[in-house]
């Protein structure tokens, strides 16, 4: 299953190795698994009115299965799910979707790319974590990194002086609470591995 998010009219969906989108062509009828896409197909430049590939992007334009409008469908080269999946224009007989074009693909890209950058960023803050604490002895900065295991998910616990040379590492749980009073205890016990 994957996880579901709107960013600017847009649906980010983070995949996960157990889910799969399938959308209807409606050129052809025939049911489209973004999973299935190939290394050899994913290199040649395609620009056709509902399926445009080029710069390491594929857009393709799918029937929005929740209403009665079109919807575009960002891939990335190499990634089994779609980047982006946002809401696409009608056409000028207001029946068939508007033709993608070169401005409208690297809007896109640039949009898609944007959701992805942001999704790193806010999975990078939640992975890492850091504080700064003053003692009467020194200056410290408490790291707490989050290794997301699939099977055993576990974090270091570290410790560096003002100048950023590493006084101490330790493993802990990924559910550690890194806050002032658990980081001051820490330092007071010479940084022996919480309990």
Same mark, same amino acid.
């Given at each position: 299953?994957?996880?579901?998010? *709107?960013?600017?009219?847009? /649906?980010?969906?983070?995949?996960?190795?157990s889910?799969?989108?399938t959308?209807?062509?409606?050129n052809? @009828?025939d049911?489209?698994?973004?999973?299935? =896409? &190939?290394?050899e #197909?994913?290199?040649?430049a395609?620009?056709e009115?509902?399926?445009w +590939?080029?710069?390491?992007? *594929?857009? +393709?334009?799918?029937?929005?299965?929740?209403?009665e409008?079109?919807a575009?469908?960002?891939?990335?080269? @190499? =990634?089994?799910?779609? #980047?982006l /999946?946002?809401?696409? &224009?009608m056409?000028r007989?207001k029946?068939?979707?508007k033709?993608?074009?070169?401005?409208?693909?690297? *809007?896109?890209v640039? &949009?898609?790319?944007?959701?992805?950058?942001?999704?790193?960023?806010?999975?990078?803050?939640?992975?890492?974590?850091?504080?700064?604490?003053? *003692?009467?002895?020194a200056?410290?900065?408490?790291?707490?990194?989050?290794?997301?295991?699939e099977?055993?998910?576990?974090?270091?616990l570290? #410790?560096?002086?003002?100048? @950023?040379?590493?006084?101490?590492?330790?493993?802990?749980?990924?559910?550690?609470k890194?806050?002032r009073?658990?980081?001051?205890?820490?330092?007071e016990?010479?940084? +022996?591995?919480?309990e």
């Open positions: 299953m994957s996880a579901v998010h *709107t960013y600017s009219g847009f /649906v980010l969906q983070h995949p996960t190795p889910n799969s989108i959308a209807t062509d409606n052809s @009828g049911a489209i698994d973004y999973v299935e =896409e &190939t290394a #197909a994913e290199t040649q395609i620009r009115p509902r399926l +590939r080029d710069k390491g992007w *594929t857009a +393709r334009v799918i029937k929005n299965d929740d209403d409008g079109w575009v469908a960002m891939l990335k080269d @190499g =990634e089994p799910e779609p #980047a /999946v946002g809401p696409w &224009t056409g007989d029946k068939n979707p033709p993608l074009d070169t401005n409208a693909f690297s *809007t896109l640039k &949009t898609a790319s944007e959701v992805i950058r942001r999704h790193e960023q806010q999975l990078h803050a939640q992975l890492n974590k850091s504080m700064m604490l003053s *003692t009467d002895e200056d410290y900065k408490i790291l707490l990194n989050i290794v997301p295991d099977d055993e998910p576990y974090a270091y570290s #410790a560096e002086d003002a100048a @950023g040379n590493l006084l101490a590492k330790v493993k802990v749980t990924p559910h550690y890194l806050n009073q658990n980081a001051l205890k820490w330092i016990n010479e940084f +022996r591995r919480p």
